[in-house]
């Protein structure tokens, strides 16, 4: 195993016993550095020291659920990297989890591999964005990555970083519908996943609502029937 410059740290949230140690094991094997704590108020408490390169908080929790404390990570960090980690077919969770603003979920048991693939697919996510905050006109709006914030003539909508990233990468390709599982790939950074195409439909949604003025008739992400969504410019 190769040293890493810089260890990636992750707060693992998790009440049992067994997973907390098996994953703190795994993360500790690949070179991460790793905290752990079993209830949702001391992994709060740890989630705002802002310390945390990647959050994976379990659902059910003792004192404070999975699902509220994301929420109240969110009122203050928009940008922490959060995956939840949920109980097989608890499919109201995991919606409520990604609209609560969640990066991603993952669902017990899963493989180690799997675990991996998507804690460094989010993790990869962070420095792109460093890398690439230009600011992008685009019709009447002007999309901030760096600050999380899209300007629509004289209002300011606060996004989330997949948000921004979602918006970028309709931007880029315009003059085509863009596929669910493009924007898993392009955006998720899924290679070869069979994920639902679902996630997408859900942040979009959320995206949606922030960014349409009605978001029941989308004028700016145009869903094409069969085959994707398109980004239309508005006028300036
Ligand atoms: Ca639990």
């Given at each position: 195993?190769?040293?890493?410059?810089?260890?990636?740290?992750?707060l693992?949230?998790?009440?049992?016993?067994?997973?907390?140690?098996?994953?703190?094991?795994?993360?500790?094997?690949?070179?991460?550095?790793?905290?752990?704590?079993?209830?949702?108020?001391?992994?709060?408490?740890?989630?705002?020291?802002?310390?945390?390169?990647?959050?994976?908080?379990?659902?059910?929790?003792?004192?404070?659920?999975?699902?509220?404390?994301?929420?109240?990570?969110?009122?203050?960090?928009?940008?922490?990297?959060?995956?939840?980690?949920?109980?097989?077919?608890?499919?109201?969770?995991?919606?409520?989890?990604?609209?609560?603003?969640a990066?991603?979920?993952?669902?017990?048991?899963?493989?180690?591999?799997?675990?991996l693939?998507?804690?460094?697919?989010?993790?990869?996510?962070?420095?792109?964005?460093?890398?690439?905050?230009?600011?992008?006109?685009w019709?009447?709006?002007?999309?901030?990555?760096?600050?999380?914030?899209?300007?629509?003539?004289?209002?300011?909508?606060?996004?989330?970083?997949?948000?921004?990233?979602?918006?970028?990468?309709?931007?880029?390709?315009?003059?085509?519908?863009?596929?669910?599982?493009?924007?898993?790939?392009?955006?998720?950074?899924?290679?070869?996943?069979?994920?639902?195409?679902?996630?997408?439909?859900?942040?979009?949604?959320?995206?949606?609502?922030?960014?349409?003025?009605?978001?029941?008739?989308?004028?700016?992400?145009?869903?094409?029937?069969?085959?994707?969504?398109?980004?239309?410019?508005p006028?300036?």
């Amino acid at each position: 195993m190769s040293q890493q410059e810089t260890k990636n740290s992750i707060l693992i949230v998790e009440d049992e016993e067994s997973i907390q140690k098996g994953l703190c094991d795994v993360f500790i094997y690949h070179g991460y550095e790793v905290k752990a704590t079993s209830d949702g108020a001391s992994g709060l408490k740890e989630a705002l020291t802002g310390k945390y390169d990647l959050i994976l908080l379990d659902i059910m929790l003792p004192e404070m659920n999975g699902l509220t404390v994301c929420n109240e990570i969110r009122k203050k960090d928009r940008s922490q990297p959060i995956i939840l980690l949920t109980a097989k077919g608890d499919e109201e969770d995991i919606i409520e989890g990604l609209k609560q603003g969640a990066d991603d979920y993952i669902s017990k048991p899963f493989s180690v591999r799997e675990l991996l693939a998507r804690v460094e697919s989010v993790l990869r996510r962070s420095p792109k964005l460093l890398n690439n905050a230009e600011k992008i006109n685009w019709g009447s709006l002007m999309i901030d990555p760096q600050n999380l914030v899209v300007h629509c003539n004289d209002e300011k909508i606060e996004l989330t970083r997949r948000e921004i990233d979602i918006l970028r990468y309709l931007i880029k390709n315009p003059q085509r519908p863009v596929t669910r599982q493009e924007l898993l790939k392009e955006v998720w950074g899924y290679g070869n996943t069979q994920m639902e195409t679902r996630t997408v439909d859900i942040h979009m949604a959320k995206l949606r609502r922030k960014i349409e003025s009605d978001p029941q008739q989308p004028k700016l992400i145009l869903t094409i029937r069969g085959e994707g969504y398109r980004i239309e410019k508005p006028n300036a």
